[in-house]
């Protein structure tokens, strides 16, 4: 396939999706293959796929909010893009995140709606290194099925992570930049350039491809290395530097299995590409580039488990591109102003397009068992807030959308009729994933209809 490069600066994206399609083959998995038992032929299933896409500083609830329950019920406004889609996903009401809640903590919504999102859990409010929250579901579904494909778990973002500093009333920048949590201290950096997400899955591209295999094996041998000498060296610390070289090697550990499991799947056929090297300047580009990374992630088998940060909550992006020239939580506190819950439904209803775009892909794009990627993922779209200006963190903006492989019952808006732990549904999402767990977060529940 001949090189595609970018005319006049700009990234032709259709052109270089159609180069995936043609040159990138599924890994061969032999739990996915069909294979001949006592005679008979296995049916081939696929992997249920499950991605959690955060859009930032709540909804206009009155746009958002859908009419009726059941199936029989009308969209909101600004879902209007999804409408065709109705099918394929159902919308709750009553989700809440009580550890998002001021408490005694005071102000920090926006860090602890992006921090709890994931997590159910309060942050530690701190704008040092002494960071905790807790892990957040991607991940605990990545412990469980991460082992079978060549990435544990994908993490996208628009935006640039942060790793220090204080961002919101006194809580790290850490809280408020990433949506994944290993654990309570580590927080999973998201990748916010397409062509570095695309190299975690298959490499190098264009004239660095040559050098990829030469640099897995040199990663090899320097780890091995260094985890010999970290060992010796914990021997001699005291207990907090102890746990500094403890985390440490456990990141080693993970970009060792890394290899492994590349080292397993062999040769990976890569387009002859070349990618954007920065940022698209256009958000929407951005953004529907990212999820394009993300179809392929499925598609490929790349990974079973990802998290997508649009934006970070309090981002006072501004949206020229529809007509709000002012930045997005300025106007979020919009203390009823009817212009301003305007230009808020008008970026809500950007953010439902775009999201659109990424249905409509997952639906075009063929499983491994002749179903859509679309019939084979639970895809759980949302807010840590819902209503901006009061800071609510109850009655959460939450749509779940896919089938799940025949697992999801889309196609409704479920009432909970109570406020909930959103944790409750983790609860449901993880095992239904693959993994095994009575509690997360501050789950009291599950939440089985689903």
Not at 57 to 75: F, I, Q, R
């Amino acid at each position: 396939m001949g090189r595609i490069k970018s005319s006049g600066g700009k990234f032709d994206r259709r052109r270089f999706l159609r180069g995936v399609g043609a040159t990138v083959a599924l890994p061969c998995l032999p739990s996915l293959m069909r294979s001949a038992v006592a005679g008979k032929t296995q049916e081939i299933v696929a992997p249920l796929r499950t991605a959690f896409v955060y859009a930032p500083n709540g909804v206009n609830v009155g746009a958002w909010k859908p009419k009726g329950v059941g199936s029989d019920y009308e969209l909101g406004a600004t879902l209007a893009p999804i409408a065709e889609f109705k099918k394929d996903f159902q919308i709750f009401s009553g989700f809440k995140h009580d550890n998002a809640e001021a408490g005694q903590d005071g102000g920090g919504d926006h860090a602890r709606a992006n921090a709890t999102f994931l997590t159910g859990k309060r942050a530690k409010k701190t704008g040092g290194a002494d960071i905790r929250i807790g892990v957040s579901v991607d991940q605990v579904i990545a412990r469980a099925v991460g082992k079978d494909t060549l990435l544990p778990s994908l993490e996208l973002s628009c935006d640039e992570g942060r790793k220090s500093g204080s961002c919101d009333s006194g809580y790290a920048c850490s809280y408020q930049f990433n949506l994944s949590w290993k654990n309570e201290r580590t927080p999973m950096s998201p990748v916010s350039v397409p062509r570095q997400a695309f190299e975690r899955m298959f490499g190098a591209v264009g004239s660095d491809a040559g050098a990829t295999t030469a640099l897995r094996a040199e990663e090899k041998s320097i780890l091995d290395f260094i985890s010999e000498d970290a060992k010796q060296l914990g021997r001699k610390m005291g207990r907090n530097d102890r746990r500094k070289v403890a985390e440490y090697l456990e990141g080693i550990r993970s970009i060792e299995s890394r290899i492994q499991r590349l080292e397993k799947l062999g040769s990976r056929e890569q387009p002859d590409i070349e990618l954007p090297k920065g940022k698209p300047k256009d958000y929407s580009e951005h953004i529907r580039l990212m999820y394009d990374m993300l179809v392929i992630a499925f598609q490929t088998d790349s990974t079973r488990v990802a998290s997508f940060l649009l934006a970070h909550d309090g981002s006072n992006r501004s949206f020229k591109e529809i007509g709000v020239s002012e930045g997005h939580h300025t106007i979020s506190h919009h203390q009823r102003n009817s212009d301003k819950l305007e230009k808020i439904a008008k970026i809500d209803k950007f953010y439902a397009e775009q999201f659109g775009y990424f249905l409509k892909r997952l639906a075009e794009t063929k499983d491994i068992d002749g179903n859509s990627l679309l019939e084979n993922s639970a895809i759980l779209y949302g807010s840590g807030i819902s209503d901006p200006d009061r800071h609510d963190h109850d009655n959460l903006p939450i749509l779940l959308a896919g089938h799940g492989g025949g697992q999801l019952n889309p196609g409704r808006h479920v009432d909970l009729g109570d406020d909930i732990p959103l944790s409750n549904l983790y609860v449901e999402l993880i095992n239904r994933a693959g993994g095994n767990v009575t509690e997360f977060g501050d789950s009291n529940g599950n939440w089985s209809d689903i």
